[in-house]
T-cell receptor
Framework: QKEVEQNSGPLSVPEGAIASLNCTYS??????FFWYRQYSGKSPELIMSIYSNGDKEDGRFTAQLNKASQYVSLLIRDSQPSDSATYLCAVNKAAGNKLTFGGGTRVLVKP | NAGVTQTPKFQVLKTGQSMTLQCAQD?????MYWYRQDPGMGLRLIYY???????DKGEVPNGYNVSRLNKREFSLRLESAAPSQTSVYFC?????????????FGNGTRLTVT
């Protein structure tokens, strides 16, 4: 079992729809969780951080964390073609500030 | 504000050659990291430095060495490059606080070993 797992996609969504991305992790002691967006040929860009159970909203993005079920999700509302990218889930394990990344979910937003 | 700066952006090496990837950050972060990214493998941690003067192995350290030159700079050295080290290399930095903080990435170095 991988430490951080994501569906590789591609997740195809029509413009204006909601994109829903999921991530599961294995270390129950993980403390902090991050979503990065990565355009092809570019470096990862932080879009959301979440540290406690529940929802966190920032603009069109909502991150949801459920530590009991060991998953974190990302919702992208009103999806735009510019949201087409790979979304990386990253988890900070209990010991030290080292992030473990999932393989990423590729999202395609079709006009 | 430059953030995290990596050099070079592109490099082609022949098998057995050596090179050093340079990384510098101007955010006054204590922790610095080197990751590699391969298709289908995601980002994998090579080495990290929690603070100036300390370095530790990550998930895939074989074939690499690092130097934390000072608080700003963290270099990655390939002593004898192999085709398996063809990858995109990212340097990152973060604050070092309990509970964790996000990483800030450089623009990457695309390395090809022939």
């Amino acid at each position: 079992q991988k430490e951080v797992e994501q569906n590789s996609g591609p997740l195809s969504v029509p413009e204006g729809a909601i994109a829903s991305l999921n991530c599961t992790y294995s270390d129950r002691g993980s403390q902090s969780f991050f979503w990065y967006r990565q355009y092809s040929g570019k470096s990862p860009e932080l879009i959301m951080s979440i540290y406690s159970n529940g929802d966190k909203e920032d603009g069109r993005f909502t991150a949801q964390l459920n530590k009991a079920s060991q998953y974190v999700s990302l919702l992208i509302r009103d999806s735009q073609p510019s949201d087409s990218a790979t979304y990386l889930c990253a988890v900070n394990k209990a010991a030290g500030n080292k992030l473990t990344f999932g393989g990423g979910t590729r999202v395609l937003v079709k006009p | 504000n430059a953030g995290v700066t990596q050099t070079p952006k592109f490099q082609v090496l022949k098998t057995g050659q050596s090179m050093t990837l340079q990384c510098a950050q101007d955010m006054n972060h204590n922790s610095m990291y080197w990751y590699r990214q391969d298709p289908g493998m995601g980002l994998r941690l090579i080495y990290y430095s929690a603070s100036e003067g300390t370095t530790d192995k990550g998930e895939v350290p074989n074939g690499y060495n690092v130097s934390r030159l000072n608080k700003r700079e963290f270099s990655l050295r390939l002593e004898s490059a192999a085709p398996s080290q063809t990858s995109v290399y990212f340097c990152a930095s973060s604050e070092n606080v309990p509970g964790g903080r996000p990483l800030h990435f450089g623009n990457g170095t695309r390395l090809t070993v022939t």
